[in-house]
């Protein structure tokens, strides 16, 4: 006992007897005995009211059931405690008349009451009729209470006036006493609601005796001995709340606050580590000290031991495996022959040691918390490894399947492509029986799309898969397996897809499940994208492998490659090294797209990149493709001499053989340029535009190798210059046109003029064949088409009210797209140029090229009046053909017939078809090429309609046409 203890003891025994000495020297007044009394006994009333009904109120599930229970049967105490109250202080005749034996009983049999409903729950156990004691101590409580308060005449007098014998009042409290005594030793000895709760109830109890053993001294009614039995109630009664509601609710909701928050952060300090396949973890003294001491992880298949949490340091006793493992199976939760706590879960025996009060139901709670945190770490590290390696075998199946399949997201039509590739490889790799892609568009409710893997073809009909599909559609699960197949299904914007996989023989395992999901999931990924890419028009997709990689390829994209030559230009110039580019182009490639069509095309590079990595040896050398048809080859720490080696070698392998698409076999034949640093360039934007005017060089030259040489490099500084003038004279508006005649064969008198584009250059006028192909591939001939244009109708008000003349500007067809047709009639509008007088020509050999783009433009611009011409009629294969589309007015004969006619009456026959037919069909004849005296007699008595020729008129500026034709005006 400690000094607290003994100062409690010896305050209740002192001041009892303080009491006793004093009781018949001090006589309070009535007012003052009454006063005192309702003062101590009301609140008291309330307080023990309070302190019973609170556990009831928070249910078994926050408080002990033994707490529960004693609560519930104090219940019944509460009701002759009320009527005491009512009969003493509130009214004077409450019911009955109010004498001092009908309050004494009332006071003796909530005395009597309250030690029953204690004993009750200490002694109760879980299970015996609780509610059934209840009811009973309810109903014989309001039974006694009644007797009392309607037929207390019929009770023994209990001399609390001095009337009757004092031996049965005495008798009654002196047993009350007692009882109160035993229940305090009782509590002390079992301590049925734990050490500190036990402790409080003890001492309450303690005082609750003292003030029963009291009334056994009184000798008159208004004897200071009952205002002390008041106080002491108060006191005890305090004492049991403090036990029930402080230290049993309070106190342990804050201990577990402050353990859980300790406890994380333990846990996420602490450091693991394995041992002989245990996952053993020290979490120091939140365990040492805390609700339990220790925690031990069994596999319940093999009984090992897989995980181990101790406090400060490891002790055998946690480590010895239990011995009932039959009744633990069974019953799956409970306490273990050793006294640790079990709880099954997922396949795992969860056993720990605590010290913790187990039967309040808060204290249960937080323990089963911190078993799940530590159960749950153990899983994470434990399955850390195991899905490290899954994922990583995922990743290379994956990696390797797109890798081989038709990853193309250029077209919608690869969509099936790529979906058969990708479910044949994952039947193989599997494996399975068969499997099939789908598309579904719930609105028009039909399958969109059904790609069925080589194998189902082979094993089952298209019907099965109809019905396999009727299966899937009708399940609402996203994934899952059935008796002979699994399924994914996804779903994004208005349609829905799905991958099915058949095995026949054995059921699919849980890493093949895993893998068909991921796949799947992949594959649908894939499909979206190709999806999003249609629907955008093949608009470019933001994810960094497509901003690194050309997507038909996979090769690295023009960007990168570029990134990679000024990382080597950084290299080189720091340790003195050199390096190589090879520059390659498919020849004719656009003849490929055009007979073969765009998905043959795209096969064709995809098989052409795969030659060009085989056909590398160095991994350090890095292949992209450039765009287009061009593919490109960084050769680092390689010369000229040896990339023109390695540059033959490329060409030899990737145009040794025809490349097979389907049942099709194409001819390649490509051309190469070989560029070297620091030769040919010390930029990334010198050796790339160097290698490309190289090529350029080559495809106008001929086919084949190109390397760098001193005649290559003043030609490109020339080209360089000229393009360099070619952006000045747009900016500058400087485009000069260029004026020939055109004369009318019926009376030799001027009919018109073509106009030639000619620009300044190094003091002189270059012809348009000078430079036209320069503009062309730095994309600036639109821009000089548009210029010429609009210079001439502004010029032509120099003409009006003079002469009704005709004038022909030559258009490429490559420029005849709506916006060029907008601005010539946005030109003819603002010059108020007379749309008939203006006739465009357009060149045969370039308008069969895309016919149908040149007869929308025509007829738009004929809407407007204005007139066309064909350029050098005749030299294409198909000439009278085309005159069936194109509603043109007039027909430039092919010069090259008009210079022979003289001496070649083949030239002589075929042009008089062309004026025939020509005048059958009411289209006016121009023959070009007009040099002599002689020609131009035969080209009369041909009856064409017009000539144009150096015979006839030179091309010169404006001026000096307007001073030939107009001086005189």
């Known amino acids: 006992m400690g000094h607290k203890e003994k100062l409690l003891l010896a305050l209740g025994i002192l001041s009892a007897l303080f009491v006793l000495f004093i009781h018949n020297a001090v006589v309070p007044s009535p007012f003052t005995f009454s006063y005192l009394i309702a003062m101590t006994r009301i609140p008291t009333f309330f307080l023990f009211a309070g302190t019973v009904l609170a556990p009831l109120l928070l249910g078994r599930s926050l408080i002990k059931s033994k707490f529960y229970y004693t609560a519930l049967f104090l219940v019944p105490s509460l009701i002759p405690q009320a009527f005491h109250i009512l009969s003493f202080g509130f009214f004077p005749n409450f019911i009955t008349p109010n004498v001092s034996d ?89 301590k049925a609601y734990g050490e500190r709760v036990s402790e409080h109830l003890a001492w309450g109890m303690f005082f609750y005796s003292v003030g029963s053993a009291l009334p056994i001294f009184h000798t008159h009614f208004m004897d200071i001995i009952w205002i002390a039995v008041s106080f002491y109630r108060a006191l005890a009664y305090l004492l049991i709340a403090y036990g029930f509601v402080k230290v049993e609710i309070i106190d342990v909701g804050k201990e577990i606050a ?60 946690d480590l010895k495996p239990p011995e009932d493992w039959n009744r633990i199976l069974e019953e799956r939760v409970g306490i273990a022959k050793d006294g640790r706590c079990f709880h099954v879960r997922e396949g795992y025996l969860l056993l720990s040691r605590s010290s913790a009060d187990l039967e309040n139901p808060l204290v249960n709670a937080h323990i089963r918390n911190i078993e799940n945190h530590l ?24 990696y390797t399947m797109l890798e081989t399949s038709e990853y193309v997201v250029q077209a919608y039509n690869n969509i099936d ?18 499997s099939l892609f789908y598309m579904y568009d719930p609105n028009a409710e039909s399958i969109e799309r059904l790609i069925l893997s080589s194998l189902f073809i082979k094993n089952f009909t298209e019907e099965d898969a109809r019905l396999l599909l009727a299966e899937v559609q009708a399940d609402p699960n996203t994934f899952g397996t059935k008796d002979n197949f699994c399924f994914a299904k996804f779903e994004h914007g208005q349609y829905q897809a799905g991958v099915v996989g058949v095995r026949l023989k054995e059921p699919f395992g849980k890493d093949d499940l895993v893998f068909f999901k991921t796949v799947s999931n992949q594959l649908f990924h894939v499909v979206r994208l190709m999806k999003v890419i249609e629907d955008l028009e093949n608009a470019q997709l933001n994810v960094k492998i497509l901003s690194e990689y050309d997507p038909l390829t996979m090769l690295y994209n023009r960007k990168t490659f570029e990134r990679y030559v000024r990382d080597n230009i950084e290299r080189s110039s720091k340790i003195g090294s050199m390096f190589s580019i090879v520059l390659i182009d498919i020849d004719d490639f656009k003849l490929i797209n055009d007979v073969y069509g765009h998905h043959t095309a795209d096969m064709v590079l995809k098989e052409l990149s795969e030659r060009l990595k085989r056909s590398l040896f160095r991994r350090m050398d890095i292949p992209a493709r450039f765009g287009g048809d061009e593919f490109v080859v960084l050769l680092p720490d390689i010369s000229r001499d040896t990339a023109r080696a390695i540059a033959e070698r490329l060409i030899n392998i990737l145009s040794s053989k025809p490349v097979k698409i389907e049942d099709k076999e194409i001819p390649l034949s490509v051309s190469a340029v070989v560029v070297s640093y620091p030769q040919d360039g010390t930029s990334e934007g010198e050796l790339i535009t160097y290698a490309e005017y190289l090529m350029w060089e080559a495809k106008r030259k001929g086919r084949g190798i190109v390397l760098s040489s001193e005649e290559s490099t003043h030609e490109f500084s020339v080209v360089k210059e000229l393009e360099r003038s070619i952006m000045e004279s747009l900016e500058k508006s400087s485009v000069v046109p260029f004026y020939q005649e055109i004369i009318d064969l019926k009376d030799m008198s001027l009919f018109g003029f073509e106009v030639l584009m000619r620009m300044k250059f190094n003091g002189r006028f270059l012809s348009a064949g000078e430079f036209v192909d320069v503009a062309e591939r730095i994309g600036a001939m639109q821009k000089l088409d548009l210029l010429l244009i609009e210079k001439v109708f502004e010029n032509y008000k120099l003409f009006e009210n003079k002469f009704s003349l005709f004038i022909f500007i030559n258009m490429v067809p490559d420029n005849l797209i709506e916006k060029f047709a907008e601005k010539v009639k946005a030109f003819a509008d603002k010059y108020s140029v007379p749309t008939g007088n203006i006739i465009f020509e357009i060149t045969e050999r370039k308008a069969i090229e895309d016919i149908m783009r040149v007869v929308s433009f025509v007829r738009e611009l004929k809407n407007e009046g204005f007139r066309f011409a064909i350029d050098d009629f005749g030299s294409g294969y198909s000439s009278f053909y085309y005159l069936k589309y194109l509603p043109v007015d007039f027909l430039k004969i092919e010069g090259e017939f008009i210079k022979t006619l003289p001496n070649s009456p083949t030239d002589r026959v075929f042009i008089e078809g062309i004026v025939s037919v020509a005048k059958k069909m009411g289209i006016k004849t121009i023959a070009e090429y007009v040099e002599s005296e002689e020609v131009l007699k035969v080209v009369k008595d041909l009856g064409i309609d017009y000539a144009q020729g150096y015979y006839l008129g030179k091309p010169e500026p404006l001026e000096e046409k307007l001073k030939k034709y107009f001086s005189k005006v």
């Not at 156990?125 to 207390?152: C, T």
């Not at 159960?375 to 490290?388: G, R, T, V």
Request: overall charge positive; glycine content about 6%; some cysteine.
């Open 102 to 190: 009908k309050v004494s009983w009332l006071h003796i049999t909530f005395v009597a009451y309250t030690l029953l409903g204690i004993t009750l729950g200490m002694l109760h156990k879980d299970g015996r009729f609780p509610y059934l004691k209840f009811f009973a101590l309810l109903l014989s409580s309001l039974a006694v209470s009644f007797y009392i308060v309607f037929y207390y005449p019929l009770l023994p007098e209990t001399y609390v006036e001095n009337s009757g014998s004092t031996g049965f009042s005495n008798v009654l409290w002196t047993g009350l006493t007692l009882w109160g005594f035993l229940l305090t030793y009782l509590l002390i000895k079992k």
């Open 417 to 434: 492509v790529f979906s058969k590739q990708v479910l044949d490889r994952l039947d193989y790799v599997l494996p399975m029986d068969g």
């Open 258 to 317: 402050i353990n859980s928050r300790t406890f994380l952060d333990s846990l996420a300090k602490a450091v693991p580590k394995w041992e002989g396949g245990v996952l053993k973890v020290a979490l120091g003294e939140v365990l040492e000290e805390g609700f339990i001491k220790s925690l031990c992880i069994y596999d319940l298949s093999t009984k090992e031991l897989k995980a181990y949490f101790y406090g400060l340091k490891e002790r055998e006793e």
């Open 375 to 398: 159960f749950l770490y153990f899983l994470q590290h434990k399955n850390f490894d195991e899905l490290l390696k899954e994922k990583a075998k995922e990743i290379q199946r994956l």
